[in-house]
């Protein structure tokens, strides 16, 4: 099993930058795709980007692209999420994420237990 502790949230104004940690136990950590989601209060769990295992692809929703990057660093057992160019509405509790990859969050084994984001205007 894996077990993933997100880290680096917080209050940033619009136009401001944040880098989410996600750190994860497991000697399998390395065989996993990793996805990051968000949460906004009243609304449903929703794609933000994902890295394959050996973090050679990646992709990202649409409403992120060209702001937010994920990479990942198999030494340290760390996917982190730089998001640059902050909205309001990127507020949300973001998620880290182990399993096959995709958009779809079912499809996602392990979770982190979230950390949340707020962009004030």
């Known amino acids: 099993q894996v077990q993933l502790v997100e880290s680096g949230g917080g209050l940033v104004r619009a136009g401001g930058s944040l880098r989410l940690s996600c750190a994860a136990s497991g000697r399998t950590f390395t065989t996993y795709a990793m996805g990051w989601f968000r949460q906004a209060p009243g609304k449903e769990r929703e794609f933000v980007a994902a890295i394959s295992a050996s973090g050679g692809i990646t992709y990202y929703a649409d409403s992120v692209k060209g702001r937010f990057t994920i990479s990942r660093d198999n030494a340290k057992n760390t996917v982190y999420l730089q998001m640059n160019s902050l909205k309001p509405e990127d507020t949300a509790v973001y998620s880290c994420?182990?399993?096959?990859?995709?958009?779809?969050?079912?499809?996602?084994?392990?979770w982190g237990q979230g950390t949340q984001v707020t962009v004030s205007s």
């Open positions: 994420a182990a399993g096959p990859g995709g958009t779809n969050w079912y499809a996602y084994d392990y």
